[in-house]
Nanobody, 124 residues
Framework: QVQLVESGGGLVQAGGSLRLSCSAS????????MGWFRQAPGKEREFVAA????????DYADSVKGRFTISRDNAKNIVYLQMNSLKPEDTAVYYC?????????????????WGQGTQVTVSS
């Protein structure tokens, strides 16, 4: 079992930066592929970024490539999402997710554990 808690969201102006953190509890965190997703009002939850359990493999949605960076510190049981050059269209609730095994995944249905989410609002 893995429990996830996100933090670091807030209100920022366009062009600004935020760093989201996802603190995980559970013995198997270091072996879990992790991902970040987001959901804007009236829209489906969408993939943002993913990272393999060991950290060397990552993937990003086209809309955030070159602006967002996912990383993990297995010693601290934390996954980060560094978000730079934020745009108003990045406004959403951001969710951290963990899968039980595998490399990493891009689909909501492949993750087994979810946090409660943290709001990110980017003003123009």
């Amino acid at each position: 079992q893995v429990q996830l808690v996100e933090s670091g969201g807030g209100l920022v102006q366009a062009g600004g930066s935020l760093r989201l953190s996802c603190s995980a509890s559970g013995r198997t965190f270091s072996s879990n592929p992790m991902g970040w997703f987001r959901q804007a009002p009236g829209k489906e939850r969408e993939f943002v970024a993913a990272i393999s359990w060991g950290g060397p493999s990552t993937d990003y949605a086209d809309s955030v490539k070159g602006r967002f960076t996912i990383s993990r510190d297995n010693a601290k049981n934390i996954v980060y999402l560094q978000m730079n050059s934020l745009k108003p269209e990045d406004t959403a609730v951001y969710y951290c997710a963990a899968a039980r095994s595998g490399s990493y995944y891009l689909n909501v249905s492949e993750y087994n554990y979810w946090g409660q989410g943290t709001q990110v609002t980017v003003s123009s």
